[in-house]
Nanobody, 121 residues
Framework: EVKLVESGGGLVQAGGSLRLSCAASGFRLDDYAIAWFRQAPGKEREGVSCISHSITSTYYADSVKGRFTISSDNAKNTVYLQMRRLKPEDTAVYYC??????????????WGQGTQVTVSS
């Protein structure tokens, strides 16, 4: 059984930080790229970051470059998204997904349930 479980969302003031976790089970982390997407009310789901161990690469959307860092802990089969200098426009439900690698959500097979990130002004 393949499962992805996100955690770490919450309410934070602008300029603050949060670390999201995506705990994967049922597959090896090397089997798929792991991506973070987010969806704000009234907006389409957008790719935020992606890590691919098979090709040893990471991806960041322009809007988060320099602020967010994706990383993995293979021993824990977990991928993290460290978010710093958060802005109100970062407010969204954040999802992790396995598949890709691509910034298109259609390229991902497995999805977590999402975790809410709210950044106050």
């Amino acid at each position: 059984e393949v499962k992805l479980v996100e955690s770490g969302g919450g309410l934070v003031q602008a300029g603050g930080s949060l670390r999201l976790s995506c705990a994967a089970s049922g597959f090896r982390l090397d089997d798929y790229a792991i991506a973070w997407f987010r969806q704000a009310p009234g907006k389409e789901r957008e790719g935020v970051s992606c890590i691919s161990h098979s090709i040893t690469s990471t991806y960041y959307a322009d809007s988060v470059k320099g602020r967010f860092t994706i990383s993995s802990d293979n021993a824990k089969n977990t991928v993290y998204l460290q978010m710093r200098r958060l802005k109100p426009e970062d407010t969204a439900v954040y999802y992790c997904a396995a598949g890709g690698p691509t910034d298109d959500p259609r390229g991902y097979i497995y999805w977590g349930q999402g975790t809410q990130v709210t950044v106050s002004s």
